[in-house]
């Protein structure tokens, strides 16, 4: 789950380069983030309901105050704070949510992460709108596994537990590694966000 802001305007930088998405060091320790998180779930193949809730819960309270920390760059508008600032306050909640009710069932935990997964991609692809090049394509492609994966864990009836552990395991290492190779392009490439509003 990667964390974003927008920069106002495309024009260059002292150097004659478009302002970049985000902060390379930024989107790569997301990145890393979550593919720990993916190998910690899969480490643990017997591990109980709470143990699992309680380290999905970790994890989205850590993307959540990331996205805060976010919401606050001096790069963005009152619009672009104040939707950041929501994506954060969501995550942190979803977190919280995952820990106080990590022994409530698999059906639960399940839809508390799909609703994070869901967020985040329609998050990213709505970034995407304003990105062009090989950024719309990493945000875009993102943004779908991401809505794809919160739409098995939602509408997967009745989850057992092995079923949880390995979807939300392998689910966080294939996005996680697709943050961090896109976090690699941004270092490569820094691509520019198309002039344009904020998404509604």
């Known amino acids: 789950m990667t964390t974003f802001s927008w920069h106002r305007g495309h024009a260059p930088t002292h150097r004659g380069r478009a302002p970049s998405v985000e902060p390379f060091w930024q989107v790569l320790s997301l990145g890393v ?13 017997g591990q109980t309901l709470h143990l699992l809730g309680v380290l999905a ?3 989205l309270i850590v993307l959540g105050v ?25 995550l942190i909640v979803a977190g919280i949510a995952c820990v106080r009710n990590a022994a409530g069932g698999v059906l639960l935990l399940a839809t508390i992460l799909g609703l ?8 990213q692809l709505a970034i995407s709108l304003f990105t ?15 809505i794809l994966v919160g739409l098995a864990f939602m509408l997967w009836p009745g989850p057992s537990l092995t079923t949880l552990v390995l979807l939300t395991g392998i689910s966080a290492l294939i996005i996680g590694a697709g943050e961090v190779a896109y976090a690699l392009q941004l270092r490569r490439g820094r691509p520019a966000v198309e002039s ?3 998404p509604a």
Do not use: C, N
């Open 33 to 45: 983030i979550t593919v720990l998180f993916g190998i910690a779930v899969l480490a643990w193949p």
């Open 57 to 59: 819960g970790v994890w």
């Open 66 to 90: 990331s996205r805060a920390v976010a919401a606050l760059g001096r790069t963005q508008d009152t619009a672009r704070r104040v939707f950041t600032g929501f994506v954060a306050a969501v």
């Open 116 to 123: 994070a997964w869901l967020l985040s991609g329609f998050t």
């Open 132 to 146: 062009k090049g090989k950024a719309r394509i990493w945000l875009t492609t993102l943004g779908v596994l991401s």
């Open 196 to 198: 344009g509003g904020a």
